[in-house]
């Protein structure tokens, strides 16, 4: 009977220790703590096909991340990274007005094409989009083993020309809805370009010759901006391409996982 009362609260405190471990795993389960996750396998046990979907699902995911990031009021303007500069062959002339406290016109100007830069983007989303899927499984394995942007700078080798063909027109429409021509005529006009009423720079502004940058083709905007906003673009993929490499945390599916994890092995 003494050894049965010894026993009592041995079994109690035994009830109690499973119960708060039954409890603990429960908050674990819940809550996915403490699980193994797959063990990291070699590039060697990846199909072909989880390699180029692994690397589509990195892309997908930087350029989701891009046009979100850049496709909003002062995407482009406020981010130093991508921010459209004025052309170079017409920073002399920026220079000039900035000299003479004149440099609302160049800031217009910088403005606009940034304006328009970012209201093509969310467009042209779907072009990315459509890229992506067609990426070819050529050079996968290597792309996998490349450096922290290769498959950005693969993606971007083989999509450039007809993205920029496609992208080109959504420019256009915004730089005209973002009066990005009227902007410009007005900056160089008040350099000092024939339709000056102000006098601009004066002789300094003669002197640049500033109406021969009057005529849109002689520096083709659209293009410009196309170029600028493309280069915006792929930057932003090729840094979330690197933190997807570098950072296990921002593998977020099960497949970037399992790919990127083999990569860094």
């Not at 109406?211 to 901006?225: G, H, M, P, Q, T």
Request: hydrophobic fraction near 40%.
């Amino acid at each position: 009977m003494k050894t049965s009362r010894l026993l009592v609260p041995f079994f109690a405190l035994a009830a109690v220790l499973f119960s708060t471990n039954l409890a603990r795993a429960d908050l674990f389960e819940k809550f996915g703590l403490g699980k193994k996750t797959n063990s990291v396998v070699s590039i060697s046990a990846l199909s072909q096909d989880q390699i180029v979907l692994g690397l589509k699902q990195a892309l997908g995911k930087g350029v989701q991340h891009a046009v979100s990031q850049l496709g909003r009021t002062n995407g482009f303007l406020t981010n130093m990274n991508v921010r459209i500069p004025m052309p170079e062959k017409l920073q002399k002339v920026e220079k000039g007005l900035r000299a003479i406290g004149q440099e609302k016109y160049a800031d217009d100007f910088v403005a606009t094409m940034n304006r328009a830069a970012e209201q093509a983007v969310p467009v042209a989303s779907s072009v990315f989009a459509d890229a992506v899927q067609k990426m070819s499984i050529d050079d996968a394995r290597g792309l996998l083993k490349g450096g922290k942007d290769s498959a950005t700078q693969y993606f971007r080798r083989v999509t450039e020309t007809n993205l920029f063909n496609r992208f080109l027109p959504i420019v256009k429409s915004a730089t005209e809805r973002t009066g990005v021509v009227s902007s410009y005529k007005k900056f160089l006009a008040k350099a000092g370009g024939s339709n000056s009423t102000s006098g601009g720079l004066g002789s300094f502004g003669k002197s640049l010759n500033a109406d021969k940058y009057l005529n849109r083709d002689a520096i083709d905007i659209d293009s410009y901006v196309t170029g600028k906003a493309m280069d915006g673009l792929f930057k932003m993929v090729a840094e979330q391409e690197k933190m997807i490499r570098e950072n296990p945390a921002a593998r977020t599916t099960d497949l970037l996982q399992k790919v990127f994890g083999a990569a860094a092995r």
